[in-house]
């Protein structure tokens, strides 16, 4: 097998220096998931990495890429560049630059890492594709991703996320897609912004990386659709999404026994597909990565059978089904593990699918964060939102402050709801556990799990 980067590309890429010769097979940023033969990255965010280059190299590493060398490391293969990270991008961009790749490359404030990995499952068996690994969506996730593109990629999938303005355009620039798909534009990340039409043009900002006969892939169902639509003026759109002037159009979405079935207008017909987990939004991400493909031109009927491999992810509805008693004798509940991360737009997703669930219907709920002056607001309209929820728990003081009117539990921290939250179970409850990651919500995850033998994560019948 050919090696990802030699010595003298990446010295090209990244104008640095190296008196030492190599080649490597993969790029790494942590020493603890770093494999052998692959450049370590000695980024400098929490901790400087020039303190694990050593480390690093005894694990194998083919080189280094450092902006100093660190003492007893004279002779070792290190790339010295002025700035690493800066180094890094060199690397993606070189990367991205000799390839004949084409890159679809998605953005959203809900709904990126799924629709990825929709993507993922959907174009098996349609050429050599290379897709980000979790959501490396970020100013060192983005070009990481990129350096790690081996040459012969047909087709590369690169998500793009941001907090703050500014952060996507460059890191479009960077991928140069030749598809942009928007999942959607929602209310997050609000302490940076000043208003959810400021958020969509942050997003649209994904455009600035777009080729010039690149296609927008946009949905039409939002708000903050003409914001998009403007930005993307000039080149090709396609829309996605209930509307009924859409492209691609969700016509009907079905849920039972852990699956959707949905089915789809498009240009090229009606398209019947399934999808492991429940939920409308989940349909409906599905529909936009549909139009991401049909703009990339990849095979529609061979990827909408091929997205009945797609499950959930961890943290963003996988279900579980949890024993009570030993051996299960007092029954069993569904627990759905939504604790990634929350927000308006994922929250009321995440409660309208739990309404529809059968059984009683429990919702443990952790405050959602990063949305500034209008946090207060923005929690209370939950209220409505959990009106098909027999009983809702909550963690903070925001979700706290809710007038739920099925109320449960009312804990400050996770660690206390954890502490409390078996003694609430019932067998046949249905339990959704959301909220911000910096809640951690993964506690209750854990407490609940731990009430019995928790199985594999469930599979849903009919998914294969």
Same mark, same amino acid.
């Given at each position: 097998?050919?090696?990802?980067?030699?010595?003298?590309?990446?010295?090209?890429?990244?104008?640095?220096?190296?008196?030492?010769?190599?080649?490597?097979?993969?790029?790494?940023?942590?020493?603890?998931?770093?494999?052998?033969?692959?450049?370590?990255?000695?980024?400098?965010?929490?901790?400087?990495?020039?303190?694990?280059?050593?480390?690093?190299?005894?694990?194998?590493?083919?080189?280094?890429?450092?902006?100093?060398?660190?003492?007893?490391?004279?002779?070792?293969?290190?790339?010295?560049?002025?700035?690493?990270?800066?180094?890094?991008?060199?690397?993606?961009?070189?990367? *991205?630059?000799?390839?004949?790749?084409?890159?679809?490359?998605?953005?959203?404030?809900?709904?990126?890492?799924?629709?990825?990995?929709?993507?993922?499952?959907?174009?098996?068996?349609?050429?050599?594709?290379?897709?980000?690994?979790?959501?490396?969506?970020?100013?060192?996730?983005?070009?990481?991703?990129?350096?790690?593109?081996?040459?012969?990629?047909?087709?590369?999938?690169?998500?793009?996320?941001?907090?703050?303005?500014?952060?996507?355009?460059?890191?479009?620039?960077?991928?140069?897609?030749?598809?942009?798909?928007?999942?959607?534009?929602?209310?997050?990340?609000?302490?940076?912004?000043?208003?959810?039409?400021?958020?969509?043009?942050?997003?649209?900002?994904?455009?600035?990386?777009?080729?010039?006969?690149?296609?927008?892939?946009?949905?039409?169902?939002?708000?903050?659709?003409?914001?998009?639509?403007?930005?993307?003026?000039?080149?090709?759109?396609?829309?996605?999404?209930?509307?009924?002037?859409?492209?691609?159009?969700?016509?009907?979405?079905?849920?039972?026994?852990?699956?959707?079935?949905?089915?789809?207008?498009?240009?090229?017909?009606?398209?019947?597909?399934?999808?492991?987990?429940?939920?409308?939004?989940?349909?409906?991400?599905?529909?936009?990565?549909?139009?991401?493909?049909?703009?990339?031109?990849?095979?529609?009927?061979?990827?909408?059978?091929?997205?009945?491999?797609?499950?959930?992810?961890?943290?963003?509805?996988? *279900?579980?089904?949890?024993?009570?008693?030993?051996?299960?004798?007092?029954?069993?509940?569904?627990?759905?593990?939504?604790?990634?991360?929350?927000?308006?737009?994922?929250?009321?997703?995440?409660?309208?699918?739990?309404?529809?669930?059968?059984?009683?219907?429990?919702?443990?709920?952790?405050?959602?964060?990063?949305?500034?002056?209008?946090?207060?607001?923005?929690?209370?309209?939950?209220?409505?939102?959990?009106?098909?929820?027999?009983?809702?728990?909550?963690?903070?003081?925001?979700?706290?402050?809710?007038?739920?009117?099925?109320?449960?539990?009312?804990?400050?921290?996770?660690?206390?709801?954890?502490?409390?939250?078996?003694?609430?179970?019932?067998?046949?409850?249905?339990?959704?556990?959301?909220?911000?990651?910096?809640?951690?919500?993964?506690?209750?995850?854990?407490?609940?799990?731990?009430?019995?033998?928790?199985?594999?994560?469930?599979?849903?019948?009919?998914?294969?």
């Amino acid at each position: 097998m050919s090696a990802l980067w030699t010595r003298d590309e990446a010295v090209a890429a990244t104008g640095g220096t190296c008196a030492v010769d190599w080649a490597a097979s993969g790029v790494s940023i942590d020493t603890r998931t770093l494999q052998r033969g692959d450049i370590f990255v000695a980024l400098s965010a929490s901790r400087d990495g020039h303190d694990f280059v050593a480390t690093a190299l005894e694990k194998g590493a083919a080189a280094a890429l450092v902006s100093r060398i660190p003492e007893g490391l004279e002779d070792a293969p290190l790339l010295l560049v002025p700035d690493v990270l800066e180094g890094l991008e060199a690397l993606g961009v070189a990367a *991205r630059a000799r390839t004949k790749v084409r890159v679809v490359a998605i953005t959203g404030s809900v709904g990126k890492t799924g629709s990825k990995e929709m993507m993922r499952v959907a174009l098996k068996g349609q050429g050599n594709i290379h897709v980000a690994e979790k959501s490396y969506n970020n100013h060192e996730g983005v070009p990481l991703t990129l350096a790690r593109m081996p040459e012969n990629t047909d087709i590369a999938v690169i998500e793009i996320g941001m907090n703050h303005p500014g952060e996507i355009a460059p890191l479009a620039r960077m991928a140069r897609p030749d598809v942009a798909l928007i999942t959607t534009v929602a209310p997050v990340h609000l302490a940076a912004f000043e208003s959810v039409v400021e958020i969509a043009e942050e997003k649209a900002a994904i455009f600035a990386g777009l080729a010039a006969d690149g296609v927008a892939v946009l949905n039409a169902d939002i708000d903050t659709f003409p914001v998009l639509l403007k930005a993307a003026e000039g080149r090709k759109v396609i829309r996605f999404g209930q509307s009924e002037d859409s492209d691609f159009r969700l016509l009907s979405c079905d849920m039972t026994a852990g699956i959707t079935i949905a089915r789809a207008a498009s240009p090229v017909g009606d398209i019947l597909f399934k999808i492991g987990g429940e939920g409308a939004y989940l349909a409906q991400n599905a529909v936009g990565v549909l139009a991401a493909l049909y703009a990339l031109g990849a095979d529609l009927g061979r990827a909408a059978v091929a997205l009945a491999q797609w499950m959930p992810l961890a943290g963003r509805g996988e *279900r579980t089904e949890v024993a009570l008693g030993p051996e299960g004798m007092d029954g069993k509940f569904t627990l759905i593990n939504e604790c990634y991360n929350a927000n308006p737009a994922s929250m009321a997703a995440a409660l309208e699918t739990l309404a529809r669930q059968s059984g009683r219907k429990v919702a443990i709920l952790g405050d959602m964060l990063e949305l500034g002056e209008t946090a207060p607001a923005l929690h209370s309209a939950l209220s409505a939102q959990a009106g098909g929820v027999d009983v809702v728990h909550t963690v903070g003081p925001m979700m706290g402050a809710v007038p739920f009117g099925a109320r449960g539990l009312r804990e400050k921290t996770a660690e206390a709801m954890a502490a409390k939250i078996g003694r609430q179970m019932r067998a046949g409850d249905v339990v959704m556990v959301k909220g911000s990651l910096g809640l951690k919500m993964a506690l209750v995850i854990d407490a609940l799990q731990k009430l019995g033998d928790a199985g594999e994560p469930r599979k849903s019948e009919g998914v294969n």
